[in-house]
């Protein structure tokens, strides 16, 4: 039976399924949740990506890229930060105990020392369903968080849409 639940959200499509599926268990378990955002250069709308650019050593376009950075870090921040408030509400609502952090860092080592630190019995993270090839190259956050986690890991596939058409296998001719 888990008791606390840290659950891994990002601003990507399998988050609010991630955070279902937590929930879920939260409710069923009579869990708390601790919901954690990592501000991170993985993550694709963060500033340090969107603002790489050449600067030619001019001082003032230096200081123009840096003032730029600065506010758009202020809105990522924001963004990660009203992501979980809202994310909290709904738990609150279901009668789940919930409260958030957002901490800067690598997502896989930032949500194992979160868990750490809060004495999670459970984290849940989603999975993308990566190449078996890409989950062995350094990068995947729910690889890293299944080989490092002090605790029970619940990796949740990225949901298959259901539109899609199916192959039937053909009867095999036999030759005669």
Not at 26 to 48: I, R, W, Y
Not at 87 to 103: L, S
Request: net charge positive.
């Amino acid at each position: 039976m888990f008791q606390k639940i840290l659950t891994a959200l990002d601003k990507s499509e399998i988050s609010r399924h991630v955070f279902e599926e937590a929930l879920a268990l939260a409710k069923a378990n009579g869990a708390s949740l601790l919901l954690l955002h990592v501000l991170s250069v993985d993550e694709e709308d963060n500033p340090l990506v969107a603002g790489r650019n050449s600067w030619n050593y001019d001082p003032k376009a230096i200081c123009a890229a840096v003032e730029s950075f600065q506010k758009h870090w202020q809105e990522y921040e924001q963004q990660g930060l009203e992501l979980l408030r809202s994310r909290t509400a709904q738990a609150t609502a279901a009668g789940v105990r919930a409260e958030f952090t957002q901490n800067l860092g690598g997502p896989g080592a930032c949500i194992c020392a979160v868990a750490r630190a809060w004495g999670a019995d459970l984290i849940v993270v989603g999975r993308r369903r990566l190449s078996v090839w890409r989950e062995l190259v350094p990068g995947s956050v729910s690889s890293y968080v299944l080989h490092h986690a002090p605790c029970t890991v619940m990796a949740v596939q990225y949901p298959v849409k259901k539109n899609i058409p199916t192959l039937r296998p053909q009867p095999l001719k036999l030759l005669s």
